[in-house]
């Protein structure tokens, strides 16, 4: 799955992504306007923030720390409340739907798993919430790892996995979810390079494959290339959208 190699990390080609027209609707934001307290006031986070995410794609969003990008996930997420603005899916307004009830799954950067369960009872634990039988979890299971690169890997122990598989067994439970949206909050950035490209590239055939939404926050180029498109944030404001060639050149 993975080679060492110094080139640059492989663009999608662009007949390779999907048109935005023959997308159904995915997931909509609209004027999100978040404001934290501060001592004097208060600090507009986001300020009148729109994104449009069509099924079945992945989009970036790029910034330096304190942009909004990570304020914009927990919004989505509902983590976080609005001042103003709107959340839909799929032509549904869910802006007051609490997490639990959304079917949105968020994918740390430290991977958050859990370390008292083996590597397939994490990947599998949102199959066995929802009643699925034991062996199409194994199943199920057994193939998510594969596609995330860590065949065989269902009985091991959480704590002896490296910090890069620890990551990559949690997209995968991300995945098994069968979630309208995965939210990554820079997912790839404990991995090392090629890993980071290769699994990068797994993870938008995945969602094309899939009628998956993700919506992907990082402050690495390399990584927001790897998207269908690429919103770029700063001072809580969108200041540029479009295909990676677009918007990186």
């Not at 770029?232 to 918007?247: C, I, K």
């Amino acid at each position: 799955m993975v080679t060492s190699s110094d080139a640059e990390p492989t663009r999608p080609a662009e007949t390779d992504r999907p048109a935005e027209t023959d997308r159904p609707a995915g997931l909509e934001v609209r004027g999100a306007t978040v404001d934290f307290p501060a001592r004097r006031g208060s600090v507009r986070a986001l300020d009148a923030v729109d994104l449009d995410l069509p099924r079945g794609t992945m989009t970036a969003v790029l910034g330096p720390s304190g942009c909004g990008k990570s304020t914009l996930l927990r919004v989505v997420a509902g983590l976080e409340q609005v001042a103003a603005g709107t959340v839909c899916f799929g032509g549904r307004e869910v802006t007051g739907v609490p997490p639990h009830r959304r079917n949105f799954v968020l994918v740390f950067q430290d991977g958050q798993l859990f370390d008292h369960l083996s590597v397939a009872d994490n990947v599998g634990y949102a199959l066995r919430l929802r009643g699925v039988s034991r062996a199409a979890r194994r199943q199920r299971t057994a193939e998510l790892l594969e596609q995330v690169g860590l065949p065989g890997t269902q009985d091991r122990d959480p704590r002896t996995l490296s910090g890069g598989q620890r990551q990559r067994v949690a997209l995968a439970r991300g995945l098994a979810a069968d979630p309208d949206v995965l939210l990554l909050d820079e997912p790839l950035s404990a991995l090392d390079r090629d890993l980071r490209v290769a699994l990068g590239q797994d993870l938008r055939r995945l969602v094309a494959e899939s009628s998956t939404t993700a919506l992907l926050v990082t402050h690495d180029h390399d990584e927001a290339r790897l998207a269908d498109a690429v919103v770029l944030m700063d001072a809580g404001r969108v200041l540029r959208r479009g295909s990676p060639e677009e918007v990186l050149g």
